[in-house]
């Protein structure tokens, strides 16, 4: 049951151009999507979030953007730089039944090529 | 900056033995999870945790796993009798009243043999 899906296991950018990492859900449920980024033998760390109220957050290099009617939401991170090489996760949100239930997609591996 | 702290970093055991995961979540946060990633595969939710129980549990969380806030500052997964497909890294997680966020610890990656 794959409520968040990540379609591009791997994405490779050119140092200074936008990378673009793109995250679908299917629960019409989740209310607030997160984006994690992870390096290799470390937990997730949180990067950005948005909630579905919104439909564009930026935060410096970072913007997600939400589109609801499509259930999509995208991380673009602009310009690249060689640290952002890592492992991104989209993650989505909702109360259900009075518990927070956190899904993570399967999580995009940027490279960013000097 | 304050963090989710988890130990071991790595923990090796035989098929059938019993293992336990240790975590200290933020201090001032009150809600605590454990997920776990598959090699090569996506971080997949095991239980959540609040007041004292548990408030939500996946599929993979059966009989076998338990969750236990043993005094003020830890928390910990036992999982009583290991298996293969058990092998993973398990990161335990906590975030505060209010907030979305989850703050992520490091990781025990488990291997059983």
């Known amino acids: 049951d794959q409520q968040v899906k990540q379609n591009s296991p791997s994405l490779s950018v050119q140092e200074g151009r936008i990378s673009i990492l793109n995250c679908d859900y299917t629960?019409?449920?989740?209310?607030?999507f997160l984006w994690y980024k992870k390096y290799p033998a470390e937990g997730p760390t949180f990067l950005i979030s948005?909630?579905?109220?919104?439909d564009k957050n930026e935060d410096g290099r970072f913007t997600v953007f939400l589109n609801k009617s499509a259930k999509h939401l995208s991380l673009h991170i602009v310009p690249s730089q060689p640290g952002d090489s890592a492992v991104y996760f989209c993650?989505?949100?909702?109360?259900?039944?009075?518990?927070?239930?956190?899904?993570f997609g399967q999580g995009t591996r940027l490279t960013i090529n000097p | 900056e304050p963090e989710v702290t988890q130990t071991p970093s790595h923990q090796v055991t035989q098929m059938g033995q019993e293992v336990i995961l240790r975590c200290v979540p933020i201090?001032?946060?009150?809600?605590f999870y454990w997920y776990r990633q598959i090699l090569g595969q996506k971080v997949e939710f095991l239980v959540s945790?609040?007041?004292?129980?548990?408030?939500?549990k996946s599929e993979i969380f059966d009989d076998q796993f338990s969750v236990e806030r043993p005094d003020g500052s830890n928390f910990t997964l036992k999982i009583r009798s290991t298996k293969l497909e058990d092998s993973a890294m398990y990161f335990c997680?906590?975030?505060?009243?209010?907030?979305?966020?989850?703050?992520f610890g490091s990781g025990t990656q488990l291997s059983v043999l």
């Open positions: 997680a906590s975030r505060s009243t209010g907030s979305e966020k989850l703050f």
């Open positions: 948005i909630s579905s109220i919104k």
């Open positions: 945790f609040y007041n004292n129980e548990i408030s939500e």
């Open positions: 629960n019409s449920m989740f209310d607030y």
């Open positions: 201090s001032n946060h009150l809600y």
């Open positions: 993650a989505a949100s909702a109360v259900i039944q009075g518990a927070q239930k956190l899904v």
